[in-house]
């Protein structure tokens, strides 16, 4: 069997040199085809015409460069590569595939992957439509314009392969209809998620934000996205990406998480946080979890800074009145201060002051000032408690004597493990 290889190659190498071997009259010509690209001029058709014999030869040895060259790799050489992600012209995700495939899937084009061998895919999908493909994009009509109809927008998730866990939604555009003034309930617009875990409507503007939905067990439970849009015009645009994850992979989120974050340090903000114009929403009721780094024992949440009020909004959840005389005004701590919204931080306890005992905790906090205590005085919060975890809660209705709650933003940083923080 070697023998024959061997021969063989040999044969193919004395086939490509006696074709590289021509009179230089000949080579001339070819040179002359070469540089229109492999096509003949007017005198070598013509002579063609006439039944020249050398001409005739030459068309059959005569391949343009990259003819040759492919048609010699083609022999010896199987370009594969998997279908990975993949970074899109566009600045969007895909999975990296032949052009057929892609095609025969629904996808569509957006540059290049593999060294050159593969199409960056995207896939992007409107309503009333269903996807399987890992990483599709979830679009308002008429995207990348905005959507002022009114109506139902819905796409169902099937699972790609039974051991996808979770559906992880990242709103790359998430503008809608904010709620109403007085009880800030989602009664014009809203993002409702069903066939997973129970997850709250939400609405206005959410840019930034995600959720992890619980994607069940087996392929026949399908996951709706729905965006219901009502009442006044309005420019809506939304861009959901929709990315599946196997339950065995490290960034799958722990259960009873609907956010879920991971790094020694980051932002957390409630879903339609504005300083200015955000609303804390009502009918909220959710985890919000961070993953415990390496060596890492605490973690610590600081209020983030607040550039546009005078009096920093950057949390501001029920009791926040405008009677600077009400205890509420600063921070409510425990269940007798916030019964009706709060943020619970279990076991929480000001920057510089001893953890507390555990029967002594506080963990829920509300008001106007961000405080593990009552109190004017906005502190940074440490809390030691694992795993990392926060809840937030809110009802149906706002007291009537708060100030337009903007809910809140966190900035965290986890502490490491050291005598004070064990």
């Known amino acids: 069997m070697g023998l024959k290889c061997l021969v063989i190659l040999f044969g193919l190498i004395k086939f490509c040199k006696a074709n590289e071997t021509m009179n230089t009259d000949t080579l001339s010509k070819v040179a002359d085809s070469r540089a229109t690209g492999g096509i003949y001029l007017t005198k070598w058709n013509r002579g063609l015409e006439r039944g020249h014999q050398d001409t005739k030869k030459i068309e059959h040895r005569f391949w343009s460069p990259v003819q040759r060259e492919s048609k010699f790799l083609s022999l010896f050489t199987v370009v594969t590569f998997p279908n990975g992600g993949c970074a899109g012209a566009s600045g969007d995700n895909g999975t990296c595939m032949t052009a057929r495939e892609c095609s025969s899937r629904g996808g569509s084009a957006n540059g290049y992957c593999a060294n050159g061998f593969g199409l960056c895919c995207i896939f992007m999908t409107s309503c009333e439509s269903s996807t399987s493909e890992n990483g599709t994009y979830f679009v308002n009509s008429g995207y990348p314009a905005p959507y002022d109809g009114t109506g139902s927008c819905e796409l169902t998730v099937i699972k790609s392969h039974p ?71 309005f420019e809506r645009l939304w861009k959901v990406k929709v990315t599946q994850i196997p339950c065995n992979t490290i960034y799958k989120a722990d259960e009873g998480c609907l956010q879920y974050y991971t790094g020694v340090s980051g932002q957390l903000q409630s879903f339609n946080y504005h300083p200015v114009s955000g609303l804390q929403l009502s009918n909220q009721d959710y985890g919000i979890c961070i993953r415990i780094e390496r060596n890492f024992c605490g973690i610590q949440y600081t209020a983030c800074v607040d550039t546009v009020n005078n009096r920093s909004r950057a949390f501001t959840l029920t009791g926040n009145s405008n009677n600077p005389v009400n205890s509420m005004i600063g921070s409510g701590s425990g269940p007798n201060n916030c019964a009706n919204d709060w943020l619970l931080i279990p076991c929480a306890a ?40 926060l809840w937030f809660h809110t009802d149906s209705v706002e007291a009537p004597a708060d100030m337009g709650n903007r809910g809140f933003c966190l900035n965290y940083m986890q502490q490491p493990c050291t005598n004070n923080v064990i």
């Open 163 to 233: 051991d996808v866990c979770q559906i992880r939604l990242d709103f790359d555009r998430f503008s809608i209809a904010g709620p109403e003034q007085m009880n800030h309930v989602c009664n014009q617009d809203q993002f409702i998620v069903s066939g997973g875990n129970p997850i709250p409507a939400i609405c206005g503007t959410n840019q930034g934000s995600h959720m992890y939905v619980d994607a069940g067990i087996g392929t026949t439970n399908p996951v709706k996205l729905t965006f219901v849009t009502s009442g006044n015009p």
């Open 350 to 389: 000001n920057v510089g002051r001893l953890q507390p005992a555990q029967a002594l905790c506080t963990d829920r906090i509300c008001g106007g000032t961000f405080a593990a205590d009552l109190s004017m005085q906005a502190s940074s919060v440490l809390s030691t408690v694992k795993p990392f975890r």
